[in-house]
Every structure is written in C-alpha cells, then in structure tokens.
C-alpha cells in the first residue's frame, strides 16, 4: 500500500507532502507526474484561495540504517535504542542533497528502524531545523509504515 501524507497550514500557504517507498531512482517521477497533479487538485479549490508553497518529502524505512546512543543517558531505558525525537542529519546522510534520518518512536524490541526522509522539492525554503519540526508535530501514515 503507497501511503500520502498533506499537511497544509491553516493560512494554505503552505503544503508538505510525505510520499513513501519510492526509490532514488524515482524521485523524477514524483516531480514530474505526482507534483502537477497535486497543484491541479489546489487549483481546483474554489475560490482560488490554495495555492500553496509545496515542499515533497520522500520517507523511507526499506534501509538497513541503525543508531545506537553514544551515552547511556541518550538511550531509552528499555532497549538501549536511541530516545523518540533523535535526528541524524550528518555524517551518514547525503553531501549535496537535503536529508535526514528520525527516531521517531521507541523500539518496542529489538533495534529500532529510524525513517530516512529526502526533501527532493522545496518551495518553502525550510531549515533542517523547521523541516524536522513539522515532520515531528503533523504526523503522518507514511512515518509508520514499514
């Protein structure tokens, strides 16, 4: 199942879509046939009034990526996995483009799979540190699928 997530503010100004389980390979197609339909269907709104600055955000948990806490007091107390709300953002993410991975939930056993999300669109300009700030507060079936 291919889950989609919007989360449009409330001025309409603004749009975030998380797409999931779409390979590097095919980001372009997310751009170049999912994209213009997506400001179609705004444009369909009557009224005229949502057109928003869309930002696309691809989520992946299909990666063999784990952390682990430097510090046992980083670490969740029942699985040693690192605590929900960590984001790795250096190091092991890409040089040039704009990704990260987040814990967002804790490991009910075992280690736990962090998300990876890749910004391939962004037309409202986010910081990493805003972007990860709506990932965490509007979440989305696409952040818990596996």
Known sequence: MVSRKVCIAPSFTQCSIRRTHRP??????VLEQELPKIRE???????GRCNPKIS??????RHHTRFYP??????????GNPTPGT????CVTAVYDFDFYLQAHAGIKGTARPAHYYVIHDENKFSADALQ????????????TN
């Open 41 to 47: 269907a705004c444009a369909a709104v009557p009224g």
């Open 56 to 61: 696309v955000i691809i989520v992946g948990k």
């Open 87 to 90: 984001v790795v953002d250096r």
């Open 70 to 79: 430097t510090d046992d007091n980083a670490a969740d107390g029942k699985t």
């Open 133 to 144: 700030s709506v990932v965490c507060t509007c979440p989305s079936a696409a952040d818990n």
């Open 24 to 29: 590097i390979g095919q980001f372009h197609q």
